[in-house]
């Protein structure tokens, strides 16, 4: 089993930024956004030293993921990012990063933040991955994991050693004790395959996007959680439209439920909005 350090790089909690580092090579979990991309970057040197940033592994393609790689590979070059192959896809299109750059300028903007460097459109990546790939990090062995559900380019790394995966948010987005929020933007049944494929691993840690690192006992907690928030939050939706509500009766049942505490910190209203009416979409299409 390595000896990890797995240390929260995040500059302000709504970015998912976490540095896994077993004394030879480190390996940014996420990224955050582009406004707090140097931030994290120097979060990153206060951790690490003199020594280098080795890879950046990304989850998906969204811009609080994703964005903040070109801010850690502006101060370490030789960093690798690895993300999943349709994520490079939408990185190459100038209208996906127009939308990012949109977004994270709104939530740049709500935290107070005003000019800051712009370089998303040097968003890249070095080693594309599919299901069953894997990344030798130094004397790491991470195999990708693809989840999709969230996005089609959501992907998991598992590091087999140690019985660790690093989660996605097809899973579910973490708020702590028993709040999972479902967030399956692609198709519920892709997601509950995904959650399925998760939970017949053999995993003792997930490091969980925006939240940090779970123990064995909250590990084995959020996996019972993922399927029964996302089964549940179905259900109640089909109900609500079954029986003459409107989307909007049923997003506001969504945001009562969920859309508080933590995870009103982490997830930015337009986002949650925009991503609760796919989902209605979505549930509305595969279940009615």
């Known amino acids: 089993m390595h000896d990890l350090k797995i240390t929260d790089v995040r500059a302000l909690e709504g970015d998912s930024a976490f540095l896994i580092d077993d004394g030879k090579t480190s390996v940014l979990y996420d990224s955050g956004f582009a406004f707090t991309g140097a931030r994290v970057a ?28 070109v801010y850690a590979k502006k101060a370490y ?28 300028r709104k939530f740049a ?15 890249s990546v070095d080693i594309t991955v599919a ?12 195999t990708a994991v693809a989840l999709p559900g969230h996005t089609r380019c959501s992907v998991g790394f598992y590091l087999a050693e140690n019985k660790l995966l690093l989660g996605t948010e097809t899973l579910g987005v973490y708020g702590g004790g028993d709040l999972v929020v479902p967030s399956y933007l692609i198709g519920y049944g892709v997601t509950m395959d995904s959650i399925r494929k998760a939970r017949a691993m053999d995993v003792a840690n997930i490091l969980v996007p925006h939240y940090g690192l779970l123990d064995s006992q909250d590990t084995r907690r959020y996996l019972r959680l993922c399927g029964q928030s996302a089964e549940e939050t179905a259900e109640k939706i089909v109900g609500i439209l079954q ?44 279940l009615l």
């Open 109 to 123: 903007e709500k935290s107070g933040v005003g000019a800051y460097e712009d370089l998303i459109d040097l968003l």
């Open 42 to 69: 120097d979060n990153i040197r206060k951790v690490l030293g003199s020594r280098g940033l080795d890879y950046i592994f990304l989850t998906h393609s969204h811009y609080d993921h994703a964005l903040g790689s």
């Open 77 to 104: 070059p030789d960093a690798k990012v690895v993300a999943g192959e349709y994520a490079a896809k939408i990185f190459a299109k100038p209208s996906a990063r127009a939308v990012m750059r949109e977004l994270d």
């Open 243 to 286: 029986s003459g509500g409107s989307d909007q009766d049923a997003f506001e049942y969504f945001k009562s439920r969920f859309y508080h505490g933590y995870i009103r910190e982490i997830y930015p209203i337009d986002a949650m909005t925009l991503n609760t009416s796919i989902m209605i979409k979505l549930i509305r299409s595969e």
């Open 131 to 142: 299901d069953g790939d894997v990344i030798k990090a130094g004397d790491m062995e991470f």
